[in-house]
C-alpha cells in the first residue's frame, strides 16, 4: 500500500502541486476577489498541505537510513511546507503570529517555499533521499561442498563462523546491503568500499591476489531492466566465498575435476559467465534479425527504445568481455595467477578462446546495431529535409502575393499608375510559376 502510495506522489505529481499552491498563493495578492473564492483557494492550499504531510510520511517509513532522509535539504523544506502553516493554528501559539501581517509574511513564505519546491520537482533525477540501495529481498546464504549435489541453504552467522575458520566449501552470499559488506568486510581481511565497487554495476572484471584470497570480479549478463548483475569471488585453493548484490544462480556441481575444489568452483562461475554471454549474443542477434526486417521508412514508436536499450547491453557486454579475455590471456600463459592453478592449463586456454570468439561476436554485432541506427537516422533526417524542402516552397510562393498585395494596399480602383487587378493577378501568377518552375528544375518536389 505503501508504495502504491509513493509511486502516485512521486516528484513530478508533487512539483505540480507546489505550482499550483504557488499560483494560488499569489493569486489573491494581486487581483481582488470575492470571499468564496478566496475561501477556496484556502482550502486548495491546506489539501496540498495535506498531501505533502502524506508523502513526506509514506517515503519516511519506505527510506532506508531515516536520519538520512530527514537532513535532505529539500525534505526540509518539505517539512517546512507542512509545519509552517499548522503552527499558527496550535492553541499554544503566540498572538502575533495570527494577527495580519503576520499571517501575510506567512504566506510569502509559503509561497517561496512552494516556489523552491515546484522548480525542484520538475528536475529529472533530482536526489530526495528516498534513494534505495537495498536489495530486493533478504541476504540469502546458500554453501556447497565436495560431496553435495545441490546448494545448501545456511544463514548470514554461520556464514561469518565459515570465514573465520574455512573448511573446502563454495560458500555464496547474495542480496548484500551496505550493512552486511561493511560487517563482513573485516573478516575476509579486505576493505569495505573494495568490496561495494566490486560489486556495483559501474564494476568490471578484473583479478587481484591477496595475502589470504586471490579476488576476481566477473559480471553475469541480465535481462532488459538489469543490463548486469557483478560478482566478487574470493579464490582460495581449497575454498571459495563469492558475493553478489542481487538473487543469480550460480551454484552447482562444477566440473573440472582434476582442479582442486576452490579454484574448481571459481572456474565453473567464470563458464557460467561466458555461457551467460553467449546466450545474451544469441538473444541480441535475434533482436537485430527483427529490427533489421522493418521497413526503414516506417520505424515504429519503440524502434529507437530497442536500439539504445541493445546498444548499452551490448556495450556493456564488449567492455567485460574484452577485459575477461585478456584476463583469462594471462592466467593461460601464466603472466597472471590463480591459487591451484599452473601457468599451462587447458581450460585456462578454452575459457581464454571462448571469451575471445564472444568478444569478437558482441563487437560484430555492436557494429552491426549502429549501421542499422545510422540507416533508420538518415532515412529519418532525409524525410526531414524533403519537409523543409516542400516548406520553402511553400514559403517561397506564398511571399510573392504578400508582397505585391502590401505594395499596392487592398484597393486597386484609384492608384496613380494605370493597372487593372486582373493584369496584377497575371503577373503574380506568372512570378509564382517561374518560382515553381525553378524549385522543379533543381528537383526540390520530386518524390
Not at 32 to 44: C, D, H, V, Y
Not at 441 to 446: D, E, S
Request: charged share 20%; net charge neutral.
Amino acid at each position: 500500500m505503501l508504495r502504491v502510495l509513493a509511486r502516485c506522489l512521486n516528484e513530478p505529481v508533487m512539483g505540480f502541486l507546489a505550482l499550483a499552491a504557488l499560483s494560488g498563493g499569489i493569486a489573491p495578492m494581486l487581483f481582488a476577489m470575492p470571499a468564496w473564492l478566496e475561501q477556496s483557494i484556502a482550502l486548495g492550499e491546506w489539501a496540498i498541505i495535506g498531501l505533502f504531510a502524506l508523502e513526506y510520511l509514506v517515503h519516511l517509513a519506505l527510506a532506508d537510513d531515516k536520519g538520512a532522509y530527514m537532513r535532505n535539504p529539500w525534505r526540509i523544506v518539505d517539512a517546512l511546507i507542512v509545519i509552517a502553516p499548522l503552527v499558527s493554528l496550535l492553541p499554544w501559539a503566540p498572538n502575533f503570529l495570527r494577527s495580519s501581517p503576520a499571517l501575510r509574511v506567512l504566506r510569502l513564505a509559503r509561497v517561496l517555499l512552494f516556489g523552491a519546491r515546484a522548480r525542484h520537482g520538475l528536475v529529472a533525477g533530482a536526489d530526495m533521499g528516498i534513494g534505495q540501495k537495498r536489495p530486493a529481498g533478504p541476504v540469502r546464504v546458500a554453501s556447497l561442498s565436495v560431496n553435495d549435489t545441490e546448494p545448501q541453504r545456511a544463514d548470514w552467522r554461520a556464514l561469518l563462523d565459515w570465514v573465520r575458520k574455512p573448511d573446502e566449501r563454495w560458500m555464496h552470499a547474495a542480496n548484500l546491503d551496505e550493512a552486511r559488506i561493511k560487517e563482513i568486510a573485516p573478516d575476509v581481511e579486505l576493505p569495505d568500499v573494495m568490496i561495494d565497487a566490486a560489486l556495483r554495476e559501474s564494476s568490471y572484471p578484473r583479478l587481484e591476489a591477496r595475502a589470504r584470497w586471490c579476488a576476481f570480479a566477473v559480471s553475469l549478463p541480465g535481462g532488459k531492466k538489469m543490463p548486469r548483475t557483478p560478482v566478487l569471488l574470493l579464490v582460495c585453493e581449497r575454498h571459495l566465498l563469492s558475493f553478489s548484490l542481487h538473487d543469480v544462480d550460480i551454484q552447482s556441481r562444477p566440473a573440472y575435476a582434476d582442479v582442486p575444489w576452490g579454484t574448481r568452483c571459481a572456474l565453473h562461475v567464470v563458464r557460467a559467465v561466458l555461457d551467460r554471454n553467449e546466450q545474451h549474443a544469441a538473444e541480441v542477434e535475434r533482436e537485430l534479425r527483427e529490427l533489421e526486417h522493418l521497413d526503414p521508412n516506417h520505424s515504429p514508436e519503440d524502434f529507437f527504445e530497442d536500439v539504445f536499450r541493445l546498444k548499452r547491453q551490448l556495450t556493456l557486454a564488449k567492455g567485460d568481455l574484452w577485459r575477461l579475455k585478456n584476463l583469462l590471456a594471462m592466467l593461460a600463459e601464466g603472466r597472471r595467477e590463480m591459487p591451484g592453478l599452473g601457468g599451462d592449463n587447458a581450460c585456462l586456454k578454452q575459457l581464454s578462446e571462448q571469451a575471445d570468439y564472444l568478444h569478437e561476436t558482441v563487437e560484430k554485432a555492436h557494429e552491426q546495431l549502429l549501421t542499422l541506427l545510422d540507416l533508420h537516422l538518415n532515412i529519418a533526417s532525409y524525410d526531414v529535409n524533403r519537409f523543409m524542402r516542400l516548406l520553402a516552397v511553400v514559403s517561397s510562393l506564398a511571399i510573392i502575393p504578400t508582397i505585391v498585395g502590401g505594395l499596392l494596399g487592398m484597393n486597386v480602383a484609384g492608384n496613380p499608375w494605370p493597372v487593372t487587378l486582373s493584369q496584377i493577378a497575371f503577373g503574380t501568377f506568372i512570378l509564382m510559376l517561374c518560382v515553381l518552375y525553378a524549385f522543379l528544375a533543381k528537383g526540390w518536389l520530386r518524390s
